[in-house]
């Protein structure tokens, strides 16, 4: 998610589909997020094997989902009589794990992710920063903008902390006035898959068991500004009353379009003349928010200067530490995933790995298909 999200907010709009001197002849970034053969298939007979290097990333080199797609991928590697090591970069546990013996056996370049680091934080580790680096986006300027975000949500002072801030604010909205879904909605089209990152993020660090036997976390929902008022405002402003919505607004864009002064004597037209496209997003989120107040619907604004390599760092930073404060408050670690091992587990078992047996067992024991309700 976290390069997915990189790319589409620093590299200009639909970076894969243009050519190579559009972009300043950097190579395209394709990320392989699920194992459906359909998809992997239809990529890999796309691309030309001797012209790309694959990116395998996984800390503890055992993810079915990826460790399946860098053995298919290897063998057609091996069989066109590419040299192995000029075709893949690890990244990895520093010290654990399949892949470091591989990488060592192989000559692979490995770069590691910190120990104590796990994946859906670790788009400011080699996870993010190495795809992004290929693809042309300053690095630098990115770990400098989380730096900045870090010193500041460092504060003791909540009302100077803006990690915090949110983190605190969000909790009191679900544990105490009923807002269980936590709507992250930026008016920024480069900020779309921003918003699908902080999903996974909040979600599944949130999502938790509580000491007392109980369960934490809101459910945290993306939506994207102005093209959701036609599809989900419409719910936020008139269904159940759980919801609380956070906008980010981009207050300079980097390109600008105005609207013609055309059409003068057409009053749903006319008005619109002599603004521009910036302008009207920027009244959209500002409507929108002053309506869902109007309606006691409750909501913030995320304001940021610019969609840039140092103002999206900070972002991610503000929205991992938040994430982490937010555990804290919840009593929860924020940084396991409990709920999803035994999932894993299972799918271990149904596959034959070494040392699901425990696993096999309790899936082998769990209630057998009733034809009955199959309709």
Not at 81 to 94: K, N, Q, R, Y
Not at 216 to 223: D, F, I, K, Q
Request: with cysteine.
């Amino acid at each position: 998610m976290g390069p997915i999200a990189l790319r589409t907010a620093l590299r200009p709009s639909g970076w894969n589909m243009l050519s190579s001197e559009t972009r300043g002849g950097f190579p395209r970034l394709q990320v392989l997020d699920n194992v459906d053969p359909e998809t992997i298939a239809a990529l890999l007979d796309r691309i030309d094997l001797a012209r790309t290097l694959f990116v395998v990333t996984s800390k503890s080199g055992g993810t079915a989902e990826t460790m399946s797609q860098y053995m298919i991928v290897n063998e057609r590697i091996e069989k066109a009589g590419l040299p192995v090591a000029e075709h893949f970069v690890f990244v990895t546990d520093p010290k654990q794990g399949a892949l470091r013996p591989i990488a060592k056996k192989l000559r692979i370049p490995a770069l590691d992710i910190p120990a104590n680091v796990g994946g859906r934080f670790s788009v400011l580790t080699p996870v993010g920063t190495l795809p992004a680096a290929l693809i042309g986006i300053d690095i630098s300027e990115l770990l400098a903008g989380a730096s900045e975000m870090a010193d500041r949500c460092g504060n003791a002072e909540i009302e100077r902390n803006p990690a915090g801030t949110y983190a605190l604010l969000q909790f009191l909205a679900d544990t105490r006035h009923g807002k269980t879904i936590d709507v992250l909605m930026p008016y920024s089209d480069p900020l779309r898959d921003f918003a699908a990152w902080f999903v996974q993020l909040w979600a599944e660090s949130l999502g938790k068991h509580t000491p007392d036997g109980g369960s934490a976390g809101s459910t945290p929902l993306a939506a994207l500004g102005a093209t959701d008022q036609h599809s989900q405002v419409q719910l936020f402003m008139e269904g159940p009353k759980n919801k609380c919505v956070t906008f980010v607004a981009v207050d300079e864009r980097a390109t600008n379009l105005a609207i013609p002064r055309s059409f003068a004597d057409v009053k749903e037209l006319g008005y619109l003349g002599g603004h521009t496209l910036g302008e009207l997003i920027a009244v959209e989120q500002r409507a929108t928010a002053g309506a869902l107040a109007r309606r006691g619907r409750p909501n913030l604004t995320i304001h940021i200067a610019k969609v840039d390599a140092r103002h999206v760092g900070g972002l991610m930073m503000l929205f991992e530490i938040a994430t982490a404060y937010a555990g804290q408050l919840y009593g929860v670690d924020a940084f396991n995933q409990p709920g999803v091992e035994l999932g894993k587990q299972f799918a271990y078992a149904l596959l034959g790995r070494p040392g699901a047996d425990e696993a096999k067992k309790e899936w082998e024991s769990l209630p057998k298909p009733n034809p009955r309700w199959s309709v």
